[in-house]
Structure formats: C-alpha cells, structure tokens
C-alpha cells in the first residue's frame, strides 16, 4: 500500500473534541478510525443506556429555559453558527474526511448542506413557529389558533456517511423550534458532531441543550428512543425497523430516513454528454455511499451506445485516491465491512452472468478500503445487488425500449428514495418524474438540485422511510401542535327544550355553510 497520508489533524485536538461527549459513568472507551490507512486517530467515551437516560434529563431541564427565549434569540444563536461555521470550513473538513476517508469534494458538499440548513431554518423559524390561525367550528364564532410547542426532547440517531448534514444540520429546526437534543452518532464518525456541538457553544448555545453520546447503536438505540419525545433515526431500512419497533413500543413518535435504490432514466431525447456527466456524480459521489446516490440507470436504446460510450469514458477518469486536498474526485470506502458487501455483490453479480464495463476490484495499494467506480450490465434480476442497496461505487446500466419501460422499472422496487431523469424536453422529464415512486426526483441533475431544494421536504416513500426532512414540515415535525378554540356567544350545548328545532336550525346552518363556502376563499 502506498503511504496514506495521515490526518492533519492532531491527536490532541481529537482528545479535547472526545472531552465533549456526555460524560461516561465507566472508563471504557471507543477507539475512532482513519479509513485511508486504518489507524487510530483518536477515543470517545463508550456511554451505557443510564448515560443516554441522564443526557436526556439533563437536555430537557435546559430545554426548559431555552424553550422561553423568544425565537428571534434562538435564531441568532443559529445565524451565527452559519456564519463562524463558513469561516472553519477547512477545519470540519479535515475532521470529516479523516473520520469517513471520503473525498474532500464530498465533504464540501455536507459542509455546505450545514450552512444551508442554519440559513433556511434561521429565516423561516419565525413563521412555521408562529401561532396560526385557522377556520373556527362556526365562522365568526370560534376563535380557533393552531400553536407549535417544542416536544421536549429529540433523538437523532445517525450514519456515519454524512456525519456533519445527517446529525448537525438534523438538530438545527429542532434547536429552533425550542427542544433540547441528544445525538448518537454512529460509533465510526462521532468527532463530526462534537465539532459541531463546540461551535454551536462557542455561537451562544446554551451548556446542555445539546448532547452528544457516543457508543453503541444497538446498546444505546432503545434507551434514546424511550426516554425522547421524537426520534429522527437516519440509516439503513433493516436498523430503521429496529427503532421503529421500539418507537412503537415506548409511543415516541419517530421519523426514518433509510435505504434506497435509486434510478437514472436516461429518455431519448437526452443530451448524452450532460447525463453521462450527471450519472458518474450521481454514481460516485462519496464513492456511492449515499442514500440518494445512483445504483441504477435505464437507457433509451435510440441512445443506449452513445450513453455507454460516454459514461465509460468519463468513469474511467475518476481520480481515485486518499488526500485531504481537491485534487481526488473519489475516496474510500468506510470499513472492511462495507468493501466485503460491495465485493460479495460484484463476485455473486458476476457469477450468475453480470458483465463489468470498467471497474471491479478494490484497491488495496491506495488505502485498504478502496474500491474502483464499477459499472455492470447484463444484471438479471436473480442477482443480489438487482434489488438491494449495494452502498458502494458499483452501478447496473440497463437498456430499455421505451419510457414506460423505465417507469415501470424503476418503480419495481421496494425502495422510494430518489430517481433521476434525463431529457431536452423539461415538461416531459416533469411528467416522468409524478410517475415515479420516489420522494425526490430531479430532471436533468442526479441527487443535489432536490437535495439543496431546502424549502421542498426530503424523504422516502415505501421501504425507504417514514416522514420528511427538509422544508417546513422539517421543523413541524419537531413540534407539538395545540388547538386552542375560543367560543363566543352560541354555544354548542343543545337547549333543554326545543331540541327539535335546534336539530333544524344546525341542519340548515351547516347547508347554508356548505354553500356559501363554495362561493370561493
Ligand atoms: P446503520 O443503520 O447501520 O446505522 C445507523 C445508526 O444506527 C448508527 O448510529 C448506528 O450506531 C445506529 N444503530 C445500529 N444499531 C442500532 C439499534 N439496534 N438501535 C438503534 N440504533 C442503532 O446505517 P449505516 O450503515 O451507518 O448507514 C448506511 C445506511 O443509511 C444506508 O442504508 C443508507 O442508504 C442509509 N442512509 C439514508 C439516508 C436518508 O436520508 N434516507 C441518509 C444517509 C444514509
């Protein structure tokens, strides 16, 4: 293996990030992994489920105080931290790609999905937080105010791919909406979050409103989930399930954000170079360890040549390397686990008949996780990866003879995350993309113009999630609503005589509602 560069960040400076997890009752630790060369780069606390319930208790006795500052303070707290957040932006790259060994271009593109939620969230919290009126039992009559109070506490469960947007930019609509956080990041990547949680300290939030305990998913999974009032979990469908049976169990109200498979549809009418070069990113950015990322491409066979010559090509060229510098487009893969899945998917593809077009091998002498951008045809639908999310930089190229075809295709899947649709023709990729079952597509991009779409929600449909981040129902969801109705003069008791008649009158009410609220708004 040729020399990794190390991380240039120093141990040090990991140390006094680790001293910000919730403190431990135990000694234990957890030792935190560089993946371009596997070494140690640092140890964060290994918590135990009484540590998670005490973090949640101490979180909400300082929600407690944070939650009555009116929301413009809050807000400042937030616009601050975008703003100190932009001028450390080589600082939190260094800290993401060391933990992750993604690509520094990658990490640029979670770095900025963090200030773009302290910038959304900071300019809308006022409104989606402010009490709203709304149609009253008998107009005129009922007063009726719809109020959003903070739940208490959220639990945000995180992967480790996108270890800045998927646990800071996740807290930033619930911190505004009022709510303490507990964030259990995954066991790979906690000293992102513990970057975040000193900035956000260093703009003005409170000690305590924020925790960040660090450990093991499955022993501190369901202690988080019983003890908040929502929990946002982000990762893969089969853990999803697992906290969503315990959500069940406690009545925490949860939101998942899970797997995918995601489909590019390349019509005939596309201009090929431009969705060749839409593909190669939607297809390895972040060495395809993305939920939105590209697994799956259905070409129109009037295009199907010229598409695959391209694609090839502009694969081909990927720079694949460790660096924290610009000058890779690809990184490693997290773990030795994940480079077995993607090489069990490759081999068993392979196998039963799947062609390799560029790519199929892992790389050892650039790091010990790395695997070439692999593009496969010839996949049949026996073969694992046909169906399931192979979370690497391995896509399947398909040849279809018409658009609902593609439709049809990418729909025959239990996953609904995200589809990508390439064509000339605007109104038509916009029609195409109301028939696909996915919760974000994009016409004529790959994952990001949904994605930075902050003001739309993001999510899955089917086996890829329940609710949505994003866009106001983003922060909504970390809200309790209250109905307070205030009724003057008519009451809604019947008389203790004359039931009859007042049987009549409402009668005749109700109809005479019913038309004039026909007549418009
Ligand atoms: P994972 O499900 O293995 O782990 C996610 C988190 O869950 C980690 O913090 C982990 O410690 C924790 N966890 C593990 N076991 C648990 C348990 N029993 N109870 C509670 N928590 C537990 O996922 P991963 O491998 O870290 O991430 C990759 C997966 O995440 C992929 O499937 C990817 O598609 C998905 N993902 C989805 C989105 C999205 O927005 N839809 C975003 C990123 C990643």
New binding site residues.
């Given amino acids: 293996m040729a020399d990794a560069p190390s991380s240039p960040v120093a141990r040090e400076r990991f140390d006094a990030l680790a001293g910000l997890a919730f403190p431990p009752t135990n000694r234990d630790s957890l030792p935190v992994r560089a993946p371009y060369d596997d070494s140690v780069v640092g140890d964060v606390p290994l918590s135990t489920p009484d540590d998670v319930r005490t973090a949640v208790e101490d979180a909400r006795a300082a929600a407690d105080e944070w939650a009555s500052w009116p929301v413009e303070d809050r807000v400042a707290v937030i616009r601050r931290f975008h703003d100190a957040l932009l001028d450390r932006r080589e600082s939190i790259l260094d800290v993401i790609q060391t933990e992750t060994g993604k690509a520094r271009v990658d990490a640029l593109e979670e770095f900025l999905d963090a200030a773009t939620a302290a910038r959304y969230y900071g300019n809308h919290a006022k409104q989606v937080l402010t009490p709203t009126r709304r149609g009253g039992a008998i107009p005129l009559l009922t007063k009726t105010v719809e109020h959003h109070h903070p739940v208490g506490v959220v639990g945000i469960?995180?992967?480790?791919?996108?270890p800045l947007?998927?646990s800071i930019s996740e807290a930033i609509p619930a911190l505004l909406a009022g709510n303490g956080v507990v964030i259990?990041?995954?066991?790979?990547t906690p000293f992102t979050p513990l970057w975040g949680l000193e900035l956000l300290h260093e703009c003005g939030l409170p000690e305590g409103v924020l925790q960040v305990v660090t450990?093991?998913?499955?022993?501190?999974?369901?202690p988080?989930?019983e003890a908040v009032d929502h929990v946002s979990?982000?990762?893969?469908?089969?853990?999803?399930r697992?906290?969503a049976e315990?959500a069940g169990r406690h009545l925490t109200e949860c939101s998942?954000?899970?797997?995918?498979k995601n489909a590019l549809l390349v019509l005939d009418d596309a201009d090929v170079e431009k969705a060749a070069r839409g593909a190669v990113r939607g297809s390895f950015a972040n060495a395809g360890?993305?939920?939105?990322s590209i697994e799956r491409i259905y070409v129109h066979e009037s295009v199907a040549d010229d598409f695959r010559d391209a694609f090839l090509r502009k694969a081909r060229a990927l720079a694949l390397d460790a660096g924290y510098d610009y000058d890779h487009d690809v990184g490693s893969l997290?773990d030795g686990e994940?480079l077995a899945k993607v090489e069990a998917h490759v081999e068993d593809a392979v196998e039963q008949g799947a062609t390799v077009l560029t790519g199929g091998r892992a790389r050892p002498n650039l790091g010990p996780y790395f695997y070439e951008p692999t593009v496969l045809t010839d996949v049949t639908p026996e073969m694992t990866l046909a169906d399931e999310?192979t979370?690497g930089p391995v896509v399947s190229l398909y040849e279809v003879e018409s658009v609902s075809e593609a439709i049809e295709r990418t729909n025959d899947s239990a996953y609904g995350?995200n589809a990508s649709v390439w064509t000339k023709n605007e109104d038509r990729g916009e029609q195409v993309a109301t028939r696909l079952e996915a919760g974000t597509v994009n016409v004529n991009d790959a994952y990001l113009a949904a994605w930075g779409s902050f003001d739309a929600p993001?999510?899955?449909m089917k086996n890829?999630?329940i609710g949505r981040?994003h866009g106001r129902r983003g922060m909504r969801k970390y809200t309790e609503s209250q109905t307070v109705a205030t009724q003057r003069v008519v009451s809604f008791s019947p008389p203790k005589r004359g039931k009859r008649l007042w049987a009549e009158a409402a009668t005749v009410g109700v109809r005479l509602w019913k038309r004039i609220s026909e007549l418009g708004p």
């Fill in positions: 469960i995180s992967p480790w791919n996108y947007s998927l259990k990041p995954d066991e790979g450990g093991e998913g499955p022993t501190l999974g369901e988080l989930v979990f982000t990762g893969s469908t089969e853990v999803g697992i906290v315990a998942l954000e899970l797997g995918g360890q993305l939920c939105i997290l994940l999310e979370f995350l993001m999510g899955g890829s999630g981040r």
